[in-house]
């Protein structure tokens, strides 16, 4: 149950696009297309931004998409705006009802 | 709406015991899965455990296996979280969460702070 391997920052300017990798193993990421995406504002619960990969919950921007290259997931954030800076984290089952989130990518928008 | 409300957070010392509870409301509670998921001070977050819909089956992280024990009571629509030897690595913000389908979660609790010190 090792957490899933996720850059500590990345940044960009607004209306720049943007991608955070989440690095697994083939017991986790590339076993299962059951990835997911979360975005945290500082002080706040988490809201799902992604799932299964690349579905897109309704009312969540399709400036925000998902995609999966054998064992690494990644989110892709195009149109950057303010209010997407915020903490992403990535979410992998990893078989036996056992889930495993990566440790998370801190996003600033310049 | 969908409302999950944590309760039962607060100061224990190492090696005590907390009881956590979520109320939840919305929707039909019984019919889903439940996670308990963690955030340390400044952390990640970190899964903690999973039960499924009707009680049947329970799961753990190998870092609160043995020592946390989730249940349900779905007459209450309520989630626990049963922690005994409590750590300082255990000190964290715990929230309840709502699972949708196969490991994605839909909807989290505002979450309750569980603090373990002398």
């Known amino acids: 149950q090792s957490a899933l391997t996720q850059p500590r920052s990345v940044s960009g300017s607004p209306g720049q696009s943007v991608t955070i990798s989440c690095t697994g193993t083939?017991?986790?990421?590339?076993?299962?297309?059951?990835v997911s995406w979360y975005q945290q504002h500082p002080g706040k619960a988490p809201k799902l931004m992604i799932y299964d990969v690349s579905k897109r919950p309704s009312g969540v921007p399709d400036r925000f998409s998902g995609s999966k290259s054998g064992n690494t997931a990644s989110l892709t954030i195009s149109g950057l705006q303010a209010e997407d800076e915020a903490d992403y984290y990535c979410c992998s089952y990893a078989g036996s009802y056992i889930v495993v989130f990566g440790g998370g990518t801190k996003l600033t928008v310049l | 709406q969908v409302q999950l409300v944590e309760s039962g957070g607060g100061v224990v010392q190492p090696g005590g015991s907390l009881r956590l509870s979520c109320a939840a409301s919305?929707?039909?509670?019984?019919?889903?899965?439940m996670h308990w998921v963690r955030q340390a001070p400044g952390k990640g977050l970190e899964w903690v455990a999973f039960?499924?819909?009707?009680?049947?089956?329970?799961y753990y992280a190998d870092s609160v296996k043995g020592r946390f024990t989730i249940s349900r009571d779905n007459s209450k629509n309520t989630l626990y979280l049963q922690m005994n030897s409590l750590r300082a690595e255990d000190t964290a913000v715990y929230y309840c969460?709502?699972?949708?389908?196969?490991?994605?979660?839909?909807?989290w609790g505002q979450g309750t702070l569980v603090t373990v010190s002398s």
């Open positions: 919305g929707f039909t509670f019984s019919s889903y899965g």
């Open positions: 083939s017991s986790d990421v590339g076993g299962y297309n059951y």
């Open positions: 969460a709502k699972e949708v389908m196969v490991a994605t979660i839909d909807y």
């Open positions: 039960i499924r819909y009707d009680g049947s089956n329970k």
